[in-house]
């Protein structure tokens, strides 16, 4: 087949429309129209024509003359476009399009690949668009219905996936069809090989003697390689299924560590608890109304006691009234002792003196009577007792002494 009918459909992310630009709200009114009136005006409407569809292939217009074909999902499209278009998958929907083929019971390489399996998906059930996995077997369902066979090469990192319908297998990982892909015997280089399909269109489905045909060293080669990726896949996934084992077992180990320890602590919690429980219970049923009882009697008491308090409160209010009365009675009987007393001393003086002055007189009247006795017996004459001189002593701790003037006898 040419290189140039070989067409690509591509995506289109967005799709932009440019329309003119209103003038700015500043501007004025006069330049406003001139720049409307610049513009050039839109073709009339055309009620009565109808648009002709695009083919999605080529994206030319449709017409009934170019010979159209419509496939089960009801999407037209060039019948030289969708003779270019490889595989069977619709080019918009890409909704399969299984092809009758003829299968020799004999033959055990003319079953396709996965036809044992039963054809619905393992996780919604559905029957269409299913693809199954190369390392496995697992059976899921395309992107454009429920992506279950994505979601297992994200679980599992199966990255070869074989399409039930067309045996085009698709590698995840690159994001590619492999299905076309061997190496080159000589070079090891990667290179596309030609399907059936195609080689069928350009032949007319007979395969003449200038066409390449396929030696079977090369188709070994192709098994050979498709038993090493399949190895290495496995290998791959052993590895990785025993290193998700052995987090696992390490997991599983931590939680029966981790299950033991909470065990243990919530046996010793649960003995602790009992305990608690025994203790609450010997309070509730001891303790507590041994304590009620001591502390009503201490209220009882309590209340004699404020009862005493007040009434020795209302005593001693009593007893400072009587104590002021007689205070005051002492400080009024002091009073009185101390006039009582200054008026002893004053009396005591007074005798005190009468005693000095009756003393003295005594002492004068008895020298008065011994002088005369003397006189009488001739033992002092007159001219003695003219020139003598009569003293009285004065007494020890007295307040003043008192001294008696000179006194001549008579005859």
Partial sequence: MREEGICHVTFIRSITIETPSEPKASSSKGSTVGHLSSLKPFPPPTPDLVELPTCTVCLERMDDTSGLITIPCQHVFHCTCLQSWTGSGCPVCRATNPAPQSVDPSDPYSHPFGHGISNICVTCD???????CLICGNVGC????GGHAKEHWKETAH???LELETQHVWDYAGDMWVHRLIREKGEGKVV???STDMAARDG????????DVVPRAKLDNIGMEYTNLLSSQLESQRVYFEEIISKAVDKAAKASAAAEVASSQAAEALSRLQLVEEEHNALKSEVIPKLE???ERERKRGDRSTEVARKLGQSLQE???????LLAKVQHVNKEMEAYKAQNEELSREVAEQKDMNHDLTLFISGQEKLREMEHEGKVTQEELEEGEASVPEKKGRDKGRSRG??????
């Fill in 204 to 211: 007319g489905g007979q395969v003449g003697p200038d066409m």
């Fill in 159 to 161: 990255c070869f996936s």
């Fill in 142 to 145: 395309g992107r454009y219905k």
């Fill in 192 to 194: 596309e090989f030609p």
């Fill in 319 to 325: 007893e400072k009234k009587i104590n002021e009365g």
């Fill in 126 to 132: 559905t029957t269409d668009d299913l693809w199954i």
């Fill in 293 to 295: 009882r001591d502390l």
């Fill in 406 to 411: 000179k006194g001549k006898g008579k005859q």
